[in-house]
């Protein structure tokens, strides 16, 4: 079973910059879309950012602000600047494989609070 292990949340100041790495157990064939999700307290999980043939596709909330990358491995990224206390959230990873055989797999997720 393939594990994704998030690092890089904790506390920053509003402004500030993080960034969120995100890596595979193992190696994984076939990845059709990498991304980063979040869920703040009693709100949905909801999309942050994805990277797919090397497009980027974003939330209007983080357009400017964040920026994804991924390696030539199995890790993706998370570049947050210029937060804001409404980025306060768990954010997970994501790898999804589109085509058949299909996965879908996320982290555990890590948290990343603002402070104003």
């Known amino acids: 079973q393939v594990q994704l292990v998030e690092s890089g949340g904790g506390l920053v100041q509003a402004g500030g910059s993080l960034r969120l790495s995100c890596a595979a157990s193992r190696s994984i064939v076939g990845i059709d879309v990498m991304g980063w999700y979040r869920q703040a307290p009693e709100k949905q999980r909801e999309l942050v950012a994805t990277?797919?043939?090397?497009?980027t596709n974003y939330a209007d909330s983080v357009k400017g602000r964040f920026t994804i990358s991924r390696d030539n491995a199995n890790t993706v990224y998370l570049q947050m600047s210029s937060v804001e206390p409404e980025d306060t959230a768990v954010y997970y990873c994501?790898?999804?494989?589109?085509?058949?055989?299909?996965?879908?797999?996320w982290g555990q997720g890590t948290q990343v609070t603002v402070s104003s």
């Open positions: 994501n790898f999804q494989r589109i085509r058949w055989p299909r996965f879908d797999y």
């Open positions: 990277i797919s043939s090397g497009n």
